[in-house]
């Protein structure tokens, strides 16, 4: 599983690559919303909501931080020129929200694994 992503920042904004293969096994596909952008089967999710609902997802499932790579842009990011994210989400920001917070409820949970199983091998 690939875990290492390219975070493109411009003066505005900034986008997460990712796949969008990797969006569909997360079962995340269907919230991001229309202010991330597609092309070629890549996605570029917007800071704000879709990134982070991404990267609490992606912790909770594979139980591993993503790591991301810094990209820093003069000017505006070339990815906002790729067509918007074709969302079929119906979601208020509340409800993405409290998506974003199941999934880092879900990672605490298995941090708190972890911790409990490295203090009983000790």
């Given at each position: 599983m690939v875990n290492t992503f390219t975070f493109h920042h411009d003066g505005g904004h900034g986008y997460l690559e990712v796949s969008y293969d990797l969006l569909k096994y997360l079962g995340i596909d269907q919230h991001v919303s229309g202010y991330s952008y597609l092309r070629d089967k890549r996605v570029y999710l917007e800071e704000d909501m879709d990134a982070s609902l991404f990267i609490y997802a992606y912790e909770a499932i594979e139980k591993q931080k993503?790591?991301?790579?810094?990209?820093?842009?003069?000017?505006?990011?070339p990815c906002r020129n790729f067509d918007r994210y074709p969302s079929t989400s119906t979601e208020s920001f509340s409800e993405t929200m409290q998506l974003i917070n199941h999934y880092k409820a879900l990672c605490?949970?298995?941090?708190?694994?972890?911790?409990?199983?490295?203090?009983?091998?000790?």
């Open positions: 993503p790591h991301l790579i810094n990209k820093y842009w003069d000017g505006l990011a605490k949970r298995n941090r708190a694994d972890v911790n409990e199983k490295a203090r009983a091998t000790n």
